[in-house]
């Protein structure tokens, strides 16, 4: 049987992520114990029961202690508070990861809080469903996908190299990029996607009664792959909205010309501007089923 990657790993939150990164490194066997620290009672009563963690506990102290590498999973606009919070429980020499949708905030927020010895490894697995909570977690939940790392500049390559086979071990394929770069894609395959749909969704329901029932009934035309999307966890959507709202307020802006050039387009009733819109779309769904994206 080959060494865990970690001793002690402590994941502070145990939603969707939390679980399924759990799961997985037990799984997997990429550390000897999987602790987890939780605000709620509930969730912590649930880790155990559900067998996610070796532990659990809404004392942060306590599941810190010894812990070798520390996980935000957490909403990001936690990130700044629980830095400074876990800061002095950290052990000597830990690396301290999250898995949060924003990376500019972690350098931010996060980074200057820790002490020196600490090693700041974030990282951002391209996975989830519209579910939350310790409930939700999946073991193959980061099969086939993707985890992207933005450690900043001067980073210990040991620690970067163990969070990337952490990451590989509970099946991702790691890329690593800075932070900016990685905000900035996220912000058009991700962020705008969800405040289209969160759009789309609230636009029906402040439709007539009599319409709006009929949105629910005919929903299988499309419809119903929106409300999958804008049932998303809303806190944490929230704060990646407002931590990462200059990338998403230029891709906005670039949506709606691009929308404003298609409204054009259909009241001019110019069919081959759509049909031309139309095909060049249609090969990025096909480039993302090729990639096994889908």
């Known amino acids: 049987m080959t060494?865990?990657?970690?001793?002690?790993?402590?994941?502070?939150?145990?939603?969707l992520i939390g679980s399924s990164l759990a799961l997985a490194i037990r799984h997997h066997r990429l550390a000897r114990r999987v602790v987890c620290a939780d605000r709620d009672p509930e969730h912590v009563r649930l880790a155990l029961d559900l067998g996610?963690?070796?532990?659990?506990?809404?004392?942060?102290?306590?599941?810190?202690?010894?812990?070798?590498?520390?996980?935000?999973?957490?909403?990001?606009?936690s990130f700044g508070t629980l830095a400074g919070d876990i800061a002095p429980l950290l052990a000597p020499g830990a690396t301290v990861s999250d898995v949060g949708s924003v990376?500019?905030?972690?350098?931010?927020?996060?980074?200057?809080?820790?002490?020196?010895?600490?090693?700041?490894?974030p990282a951002h697995p391209i996975a989830g469903t519209e579910h939350s909570g310790p409930k939700a977690g999946?073991?193959?939940?980061?099969?086939?996908?993707?985890?992207?790392?933005?450690?900043?500049?001067?980073?210990?390559?040991?620690a970067v190299s163990k969070v990337r086979a952490l990451w590989e071990g509970v099946g991702s394929m790691?890329?690593?990029?800075?932070?900016?770069?990685?905000?900035?894609?996220?912000?058009?395959?991700?962020?705008?996607?969800?405040?289209?749909?969160?759009?789309?969704v609230d636009t029906a329901v402040g439709l007539e009664d009599s319409t709006q029932?009929?949105?629910?009934?005919?929903?299988?035309?499309?419809f119903r792959d929106f409300t999958r999307i804008a049932a998303s966890d809303p806190v944490m959507w929230r704060d990646i909205f407002l931590?990462?709202?200059?990338?998403?307020?230029?891709?906005?802006?670039?949506?709606?010309?691009?929308?404003t050039r298609l409204q054009r387009a259909i009241r001019r009733g110019e069919g081959d501007t759509l049909q031309e819109l139309f095909t060049r779309t249609r090969r990025i769904r096909r480039s993302i089923i090729d990639a096994k994206q889908a």
């Open 243 to 259: 931590n990462n709202r200059e990338a998403v307020l230029d891709i906005l802006q670039r949506f709606t010309e691009d929308l």
């Open 3 to 15: 060494e865990p990657l970690f001793e002690r790993v402590a994941l502070i939150g145990i939603g």
């Open 213 to 222: 029932s009929e949105v629910i009934k005919f929903s299988a035309s499309g």
């Open 174 to 200: 790691v890329e690593i990029m800075e932070a900016s770069h990685h905000d900035r894609v996220l912000a058009i395959t991700s962020h705008l996607p969800h405040l289209i749909a969160y759009t789309i």
């Open 103 to 121: 990376k500019e905030l972690v350098l931010r927020e996060v980074a200057p809080k820790l002490p020196a010895g600490v090693h700041l490894v």
């Open 138 to 158: 999946q073991v193959e939940l980061f099969q086939g996908r993707w985890c992207i790392l933005t450690p900043p500049e001067g980073t210990d390559p040991q």
């Open 52 to 77: 996610l963690v070796d532990e659990a506990s809404t004392d942060l102290a306590a599941m810190l202690a010894g812990a070798d590498l520390v996980v935000l999973c957490t909403p990001v606009g």
